[in-house]
């Protein structure tokens, strides 16, 4: 049965996992200076946003390791920096590809195969994502300990993926950026 903070939070969840990916969508396709904005293009912030995503993924794993050592209090604050890194990475990344021209992948052959492979299954998990993290995070302030276990153990690798395969993306196309 579901306590009165998991019935609190189950519409927020529905919404925020519906809104932010069309939102993203959306304004992924919103070029500022293209619409007549004068807006310098943001092209420094993607080794930041991808810094955020090695980050997000160490944080994760040292969450990990609180947790299973015993320390509770480490892992809520673990995690809450892991979701605020998450969120910063986002903002950067919206901000940046509305103020910038998108780059596109120049490598050819196997490499390029390999590229889309990871650059389609790092988007498509970063939306399954969304609802997954807010339903682990809500389990806990549940204090629904054996729910917030079961969940964040499907959460937990697919969100690693998400995070160490952001940084991969950017490496792999960074050589591609326009200087």
Known sequence: ME?????????????????????VALLFGVNLRKLGYDVQPLSFLPPIYATING???????????????GNRKLHENLMKVAIGCSVAFLGMYVAYHMTSDSTKFGGEGMIKYVYFFILI?????????????????VKALAQRFDKHKKIAKITFPIWLYVAVTGVIV??????????
């Open 3 to 23: 306590n009165n903070i998991e019935t609190k939070y189950n519409k927020l969840i529905v919404v925020l996992s519906v809104a932010i990916p069309l939102v």
């Open 55 to 69: 980050l997000t993924a160490v944080v994760l794993v040292a969450a990990v390791i609180a947790i299973k050592n």
């Open 121 to 137: 299954s790092h988007i498509l998990l970063s939306i399954i994502i969304i609802p997954l993290v807010l339903i682990t995070y």
């Open 170 to 179: 950017y490496l792999m196309i960074s050589p591609y950026y326009a200087n």
